[in-house]
């Protein structure tokens, strides 16, 4: 599939922890801008973690601190890690390229935080 696929979420208890993986094709990840995003039920999808092409990384407020975005130029591999998981952070979260097209979104990977 041309869309990133999105891995690595599931249940955790307020206070732990999960990394999020996205996998693309080729050399997009490395080549271009790329951002991690989420959506809660019944909320507008929004922006969680952006890293440029060069490396620097931007955080919603609501995350700055507790998650870190990277990626793995080799492996083509972009990460989410997230510490000191909040109830708040309960969506659906999805990778994407700011520049790329909307055919990209992938199904997403669920997070659910709950105690």
């Known amino acids: 599939q041309v869309q990133f696929v999105e891995s690595g979420g599931g249940l955790v208890q307020p206070g732990g922890s999960l990394r999020l993986s996205c996998a693309g094709s080729?050399?997009?990840?490395?080549?271009?801008?790329m951002a991690w995003y989420r959506q809660a039920p019944g909320k507008q999808r929004e922006l969680v973690a952006a890293i440029t092409r060069g490396g620097s990384t931007n955080y919603a407020d609501s995350v700055r601190g507790r998650f870190t975005i990277s990626r793995d130029n080799v492996k083509n591999t972009l990460y989410l890690q997230m510490n000191s998981l909040k109830p708040e952070d309960t969506a659906v979260y999805y990778c994407?390229?700011?520049?790329?097209?909307?055919?990209?979104w992938g199904q997403g990977t669920q997070v659910t935080v709950s105690s």
């Open positions: 080729g050399n997009t990840i490395r080549f271009y801008n």
């Open positions: 994407n390229g700011p520049t790329l097209g909307s055919g990209y």
